[in-house]
């Protein structure tokens, strides 16, 4: 509490602030549910609404436009109104979102509900780990802010699951289900659930103390470090006050300008992080495995399975990262991971490149296709253990608290913008050849090898009150 003697050290109970950081964290279970659940559905909403590849993979993707945009200004909404305002509001457009696809009477207007969706997914993206971020004890920073990526790939595999167990008691995804709606409905509407508890838990949490003293709360703010934070109340309250004096009730982009190319350099090192999570092609693996595994031979039931395995996958190795990043760093999981990646992908892009084509469609046969999964899993296992929990506590932790929450808008903006390119191109270049598809998610996954070692300083056991703008150490 703001009594608490200068110099005392406060002890919180971990279970206290995992809690409210797995809150927070439901936001990303929404994120990858909303993201993954049109997997499954697919194939159906072409046959339902007769739509060509083109038309198809917009719908796809036109949820990462909302993604961008809501990621664009989640941040300044989040300065001027609060964190948990802004958590409640995605809340909201994840139900619009669940009941406008479910009952949606052409591809057009599943479109626009999706981009609804998206708005939700890209403010959850930005809130989450900026929010646990700042609610967490630094010795646990990493693997609390790592819960924003778990709850994700959570989303993404109840959301795989659920598709897989509709299908399965419908048949497929385009027959009938419960109350005559066609199962790829229901997988849409599934989303209700998840997106109601979590507008219910939001207004159980407290509000951020950066926030709070941003505004003039010191208090309020005192008993939050108090109750979650811990350490020396007294010094921490004052260095966030030293850090975040001067900023407006209406926070500006105008804050992130420097005189490198526009921008502040560790805004473009956050830029840089988000784009090259995306460009390696993680999420074609979660948007298209099931029509993929189904182009070079497999039934709709096994590749949703296959896709399943890949999400539990997935699931693992977060833990892993939730396990280690806190003792090996961030620096050294995102070099490991990156070096992965850009092996596993290379075999991927050898494979589909000499795989013989029958009917226009690569087939592979005997150990190939063996090969194939075991890679695509593996590439999924490097991820999972680095550039997918790191990327999000690096943007949630790297940022100076003066301009955390909106540079945080602009390199979540820009992953999903990167997210939009890739999961649109992916139809096209698949057209062409999947050796070219992915051999360019391998040529960047190398790129982002040495954008690390040149770029990326560690964050590791830092406070938030030690960061700069220039990145720098």
Known sequence: MS????????????ARVVLVAATAALGGFLFGFDTAVINGAVGAIGEQFDAGPFLLGFAVASALIGCAIGAWFAGRVADRYGRIRVMIIAAVL?????????????????????????LGVGAASVIAPAYIAEVSPPAIRGRLGSLQQMAIVTGIFVALLTDAAIVAGAGSATE????????????????????????ILALTIPESPRYLIARGE??????????????NVEKTSTDILKTVEGKTDRPRFSILRGSRFGLLPIVWIGIGLSVLQQFTGINVIFYYSSTLWQAVGFTEQDSLTITVITSVTNIATTIVAILLIDKVGRRPLLLI??????????????????????????VLEGAAGTTALLAANLYVVF???????????????????????????????????????????????????????????????????????????????????????????
């Open 3 to 14: 009594s608490t003697p200068q110099g005392t050290n406060v002890s919180v109970p971990t």
């Open 94 to 118: 994840f139900i619009l979102s669940a009941l406008g696809c479910g009952f949606a009477f052409t591809i057009w207007d599943l479109s626009f509900w999706r981009i609804i969706g998206g």
């Open 176 to 199: 009938p289900w419960l109350l005559g709606l066609e199962a790829w409905r229901w997988m849409f509407l599934s989303e209700l659930v998840p997106a109601v508890v979590y507008g």
């Open 218 to 231: 010191m208090k309020k703010a005192k008993e939050v470090l108090t109750r979650y934070v811990g350490g």
């Open 337 to 362: 991971g990156a070096t992965g990646q850009f092996v596993c992908l290379a075999v991927l892009t050898v494979i589909f490149a000499t795989a013989p084509i029958v009917n226009g469609e690569p």
């Open 383 to 473: 991820f999972g253990a680095s550039w997918g929990p790191v990327v999000w506590v690096l943007l949630g932790e790297m940022f100076s608290n003066r301009i955390r929450a909106v540079a945080l808008s602009v390199a979540a903006a820009a992953q999903w913008a990167a997210n939009f390119v890739i999961s649109t191109t992916f139809p096209a270049l698949a057209a062409v050849g999947l050796g070219l598809a992915y051999g360019i998610y391998t040529f960047f996954a190398f790129v982002a090898i040495f954008f690390v070692m040149r770029y990326v300083r560690e964050t590791k056991g830092r406070t938030l009150e030690s960061m700069t703008d220039s990145g720098r150490d």
